[in-house]
């Protein structure tokens, strides 16, 4: 590890450590002030997201973007996915698809997008058809045939929530700067994936990106948002944070190619073990390119 590298975990970890989802709990005198910290606080912590450096074209000696999968059923994307029941839980504490669509409604994440390449760019009412369900009971069928006005009572609706969300696609760019002299990742684009809402109660329904979010467009909001650190509760980490330290397992499932783009399972089909195995190839092949830059 190079002092670069040792100077960027110090620098987050005393950024995390310095801005506590239970901020002033110590010294709080009433619990409305837990979690409140003075002007003198926020001006001392001065916490912003970790800046991109700026990086030329001329100095990208090779770049591969891929798209991987992460499941929220393994362990180590349970922050990622929790809490899913809000009801007795702290407003500090929420899930990553509760502060996307909870910045999404209140304007602060302007930008989301059809695809993961960001061609079309959608707003909360284009995507409304996606996340809720509306359907009326046969109770309700039967007052409308008569006539009548429908009560409310006779109509269901069903809303995606963090429970429901499955797994998380990202899209990203691994690139070798050659100014650096190493292999870097920059993550782009990141949707939350849930079962269709319209057959959400089947058995196994097919799963569907909800909508892209350019990520770069929503790092300040997901730097506010802080996840639970299971092994120290007082050092809670950031989503940012969390994303941009690769702090999850995921594995790809698509990168870019001659084919337009073709999936995994589009030539290695009704076989998982091979299609995980294809995975790992291409996460291989990625890294050997680094290793071989200094093979002699």
């Known amino acids: 590890m190079n002092f670069k590298s040792v100077l960027l975990t110090v620098t987050t970890?005393?950024?995390v450590a310095s801005v506590s989802a239970q901020a002033n709990i110590l010294?709080?005198?009433s619990p409305e002030e837990i979690g409140v910290r003075t002007e003198a606080q926020i001006a001392v912590d001065n916490d912003q997201p970790l800046e991109y450096g700026y990086v030329d074209d001329r100095d990208i000696l090779f770049s591969k973007t891929v798209w991987e999968k992460v499941v929220l059923d393994?362990?180590?994307n349970f922050p990622l996915y929790y809490p899913i029941d809000t009801n007795n839980i702290g407003s500090d504490r929420r899930s990553l698809y509760d502060v996307l669509m909870l910045n999404i409604k209140n304007g602060n994440?302007?930008?989301?997008?059809?695809?993961?390449?960001?061609?079309?760019?959608?707003t909360l009412r284009d995507i409304e058809a996606a996340l809720v369900k509306v359907d009326t009971t046969e109770l309700g069928i039967e007052q409308l045939n008569a006539g009548e006005e429908l009560s409310a009572e006779y109509i269901d609706r069903r809303d995606i929530t963090a429970a429901d969300i499955r797994e998380y696609h990202i899209r990203g760019l691994w690139y070798f700067d050659k100014r650096q002299a190493?292999?870097?990742y920059r993550l782009l684009g990141i949707a939350p994936v849930a079962p269709?809402?319209?057959f959400i109660d089947e058995e196994e329904p097919d799963l569907v990106p909800l909508f892209w979010v350019f990520f770069p467009d929503a790092r300040a909001v997901l730097h506010e948002a802080k996840a639970f650190n299971n092994e120290n509760s007082s050092m809670p980490y950031s989503f940012d944070h969390i994303l941009n330290a690769?702090?999850?397992h995921g594995y790809i499932y698509k990168e870019e190619n001659v084919q337009g783009d073709r999936k995994i399972t589009e030539y290695v089909a009704d076989n998982a073990l091979m299609q995980l195995l294809e995975s790992e190839r291409i996460k291989d092949k990625i890294r050997d390119f680094e290793l071989d830059m200094w093979t002699y």
């Open 74 to 76: 393994e362990r180590a």
């Open 246 to 248: 690769r702090r999850f």
């Open 27 to 29: 010294n709080a005198k």
């Open 109 to 122: 994440i302007d930008n989301i997008y059809d695809d993961s390449y960001f061609t079309t760019k959608r």
């Open 13 to 15: 970890v005393f950024t």
């Open 196 to 198: 269709d809402v319209n």
């Open 182 to 184: 190493e292999m870097k």
